[in-house]
């Protein structure tokens, strides 16, 4: 290839353009671009060129000579890009970039790409960024230098390019999705309440296509951020042992709430796929209407008899606040399970290791009935100011607890 | 909402299912052609029958058909692929051809959000008030009911208002007209290639089958989330907008040809097109007609403009939503806003002439159907993209058939304008 070559290149400047032979023929208008998945960024292995409207050709880019000022290629016989659809390691710049919504995992939204920009490597070029400004839309339009005069002469401004480097692109149709391990790489920038947004921006294909990709525990706390109608659909759409798991996971007063909007058949698969004493739990919770205290509350909770010293009672809250919903409180019940009293973690974080945990407890305890209207319950919150309430039946057994988050739902449920 | 979801599942008997699950997917289709029918649509088939009679009434048959062979193709591309209309133009053809398309619909709906406040004008005079008052006004409320999102519950006082067009159809009866001879135009067609005709007949087309509805009935689809299995229901719910859209249509004309036509009088203000209800209303016929006509553009001018928007910025690839601040979506707000107070602006001009505005939006919409429709025709015919279910024979020839049908007349109205 020839020496004065930019060092860097964009889609639209090879889209539609013609490749000429030697001879001077035309073999064709450049229709797309493969590029290999190399790690970090894809290197363009050859183009796809069309020779009229239906057929397709394949052209190897170490068969391109030159590609100022015309491109020339010395290969005439052209292969058939059909044994290039089944190799894996091959991403089509067209048919699955181009035009195409991605998922920008840094700036965690789904982004439209208006072109693709490449960096020159001696005679190779990669994909470096893909370009989602209104720079590259008005490139692809034929109007960019146009607008540059204008914007030139009127404000003295150049419009910057919008670029988004590839390492955080992630793509949502096409092969990407079925290579786990790349798109679990790059979903794991994202925060779950961000992947939860993400996806309810999507379609309802692409949706399950990335839920499917993401692990057990991500799916767990994504699930927990999407929008109810949206949850439903997603649920249904994976098997039911991936379901189980992934409910198994969630914190159990949004897994029943979940489990609520189901049919019935479905929910009780769920429960069966699930290990037994969280679906004991889960089918306790389901009793409850979901606009009572009973409905709102979880039951992953830490909850220990009033003897136990402070020692203890950290030591157990230590191992159990990875499955905890709540963390705030430990909730001291007798052997019937009537609630005694409650401690918060600042109590014991100031009292002595051999005390006890009636000793410290506070002198009263607010709690709310099961059936209690959850309009109540958002007073009682507003009134007393906890983190957390328990819920009792009429004979004061501690059933559950309601954390800020659920009554947070419930006062601003479309917020977030 | 979701207690009826489970009762209606529930039930056993399957009568019952089917009714529940119908009004329950109710909605797109049927909000869809009340919309359908706004300022520029009340006025274009009064116009057709004060100034034409029944002579085109028979061509509502036609458009019918294609009306729900069109809505029914997107309503299906919506449900198979989860996306808008513009979301798969722009990934199947790419930005240039998505870039000049946008324009084109803008441009187009641009004429239509002007009709509409030219339907609040006209109406509002009838009460006696100005226009410089009404339609700032008018504006005002509609940019701020979507901004602030109060739109939707605003939306059921529109639809419950829309019981008006029944006023079209007990006067269509009160009228007596000869029923025999209605349906011989009915089933008999006829057009004699005057300009004036062909101009009336892309205005139906364009008016009853106007190209920014297929891009807001996709996506009310995609948005109500319906799946393949419940399709039918969908697709009934479509039907039943399409015909509806027809037979209120079919009572404008048969109502304006009786009265109007028959005593020679031609609609040049919405007066004049309001009494053709005095059958109905008597000397309260004008009153009538002005509430339903500002009722009719005030509903489609909450909904065209935001639907515009919605159609350009998913194409170009903004960020949308109305849950978005200022910041995150500037070109979302920008080209709402510009579409709303530009719309009301125009209409602010003095002297400018209100019923040819409503009526020449709608040839012009006519004009741009085919382009939209052909890009439908090659989605949904993708095998890639709608697998299983793509157009069959049938339905392939309706819809090309409408297309070349309407660039023909469009070619031969700017040839009689030449």
């Known amino acids: 290839m020839e020496h004065h070559l930019k060092e860097f290149y964009f889609f639209s400047e090879f889209l539609n353009r013609k490749v000429y032979h030697f001879a001077g023929e035309t073999l064709g208008k450049i229709f797309d671009l493969v590029a290999e998945r190399t790690e970090p960024y894809p290197l363009i292995i050859g183009v796809i060129l069309r020779r009229n409207r239906k057929r397709e050709a394949y052209l190897p880019w170490e068969k391109i000579q030159q590609i100022e000022p015309r491109l020339l290629c010395s290969e005439e016989s052209l292969e058939d890009p059909k044994t290039l659809h089944s190799q894996k390691e091959i991403i089509f710049l067209r048919e699955e970039v181009l035009d195409k919504q991605i998922v920008d995992t840094y700036g965690a939204k789904v982004v439209r790409v208006n072109d693709l920009h490449f960096l020159r490597v001696d005679s190779r070029l990669r994909l470096v960024h893909v370009d989602v400004g209104f720079r590259g839309l008005m490139r692809r339009v034929g109007w960019e230098r146009m607008m540059d005069k204008i914007l030139q002469w009127l404000f003295s401004y150049v419009l910057p390019n919008q670029f988004i480097s590839w390492k955080y692109v992630q793509l949502l149709s096409g092969s990407d999705l079925l290579q786990l391990s790349v798109s679990q790489k790059k979903l794991s920038h994202l925060h779950p309440a961000d992947l939860a947004d993400i996806i309810e921006d999507l379609s309802s294909r692409e949706r399950s296509a990335i839920f499917r990709a993401l692990d057990t525990e991500t799916a767990a706390e994504t699930l927990e951020e999407i929008d109810p109608k949206i949850q439903k659909a997603l649920i249904e759409t994976i098997p039911v042992e991936k379901a189980s798991d992934i409910m198994e996971e969630m914190s159990p007063s949004d897994a029943a709430d979940l489990l609520a909007d189901l049919p019935e058949e479905r929910a009780e698969k769920i429960l069966e796929g699930m290990e037994e004493k969280i679906a004991e739990d889960l089918r306790e919770l389901l009793i409850h209407p979901e606009e009572t205290a009973g409905g709102l509350m979880t039951t992953a909770y830490l909850h220990l008899p009033p003897e136990t010293p402070v020692e203890t009672a950290m030591a157990r809250l230590r191992a159990e606040a990875p499955h905890l919903d709540i963390v705030d409180y430990i909730y001291i019940v007798d052997e019937e399970e009537v609630l005694q009293g409650v401690v918060s973690i600042r109590d014991l974080l100031t009292a002595k290791s051999h005390q006890s945990l009636s000793e410290i407890k506070g002198p009263r305890v607010v709690s709310v009935k099961l059936d209690e209207d959850q309009k109540e319950v958002v007073e009682a919150f507003a009134k007393y100011g906890f983190r957390a309430l328990p819920v009792v039946d009429e004979e004061n057994h501690l059933k559950g607890v309601i954390s800020f988050r659920s009554v947070l739902e419930v006062l601003a449920p479309d917020a977030g | ?418």
């Open chain 2, 1 to 418: 909402m979701t207690d009826y979801k489970k009762w209606i599942s529930a039930s056993k008997q399957s009568l019952w299912r089917t009714v529940g699950l119908f009004f329950l997917l109710m909605g797109p289709g049927i909000i869809t052609s009340n919309v359908d029918n706004d300022a520029g649509g009340i006025t274009t088939y009064s116009l057709a029958g004060a100034e034409f009679g029944l002579k085109l009434v028979w061509s509502l048959i036609p458009i019918m058909i294609a009306l729900i062979v069109i809505q029914e193709m997107c309503a299906r591309m919506g449900v198979v692929t989860g996306k808008g209309l513009s979301d798969l133009i722009r990934e199947k053809f790419g930005a240039k051809v998505t870039f000049y398309l946008m324009i084109g619909m803008f441009l187009t709906n641009m004429g239509n959000a002007i009709s509409n406040f030219a339907g609040v004008a006209a109406g509002m005079e009838i009460f006696g008030v100005e226009k410089f008052l009404s339609v700032p006004l008018s504006a005002l409320l509609v940019w701020w009911m979507v901004v602030k999102g109060t739109y939707k519950t605003v939306e059921k006082a529109f639809l419950v208002a829309c019981v008006f067009y029944l006023s079209y159809i007990i006067t269509g009866i009160l009228v007596k007209p000869d029923w025999a001879h209605v349906f011989e135009q009915l089933l008999h067609p006829q057009l004699s290639f005057q300009s004036s005709e062909i101009t009336m007949l892309i205005g139906l087309v364009g008016t009853t089958i106007a190209p920014w509805m297929q891009f807001y009935l996709q996506a009310s689809i995609v948005e109500k989330g319906i799946k393949i299995e419940e399709f039918k229901y969908a697709r009934f719910d479509v039907i039943t907008g399409s015909v509806v859209v027809h037979i209120v249509a079919f009572f404008i004309i048969l109502v304006c040809a009786e009265t109007l036509f028959k005593h020679g009088i031609h609609i040049e203000t919405a007066k004049d097109a309001a009494l053709s209800l005095k059958p109905l209303a008597g000397k309260y016929c004008t009153y009538l007609f002005a509430f339903g006509l500002v009722n009719a553009s005030l509903f489609a001018a909450s909904i065209l403009p935001l639907s515009t928007t919605y159609l350009i910025c998913e194409g170009l690839g903004w960020e949308v939503g109305i849950d978005k601040k200022f910041v995150e979506a500037p070109q979302f707000y920008g080209i709402y806003s510009l579409m709303i107070f530009l719309g009301a602006g125009v209409i602010l001009y003095p002297e400018i002439p209100l019923i040819p505005i409503m009526y020449f939006s709608q040839v012009i919409n006519g004009m741009v159907l085919p382009f939209v429709l052909i890009f439908m025709l090659l989605l949904i015919n993708d095998k890639k993209l709608m697998m299983n279910y793509t157009n069959g024979p049938i339905f392939n020839f309706i819809a090309w058939a409408t297309a070349l049908l309407m660039i023909g007349f469009t070619l031969i109205f700017l040839f009689l304008m030449i």
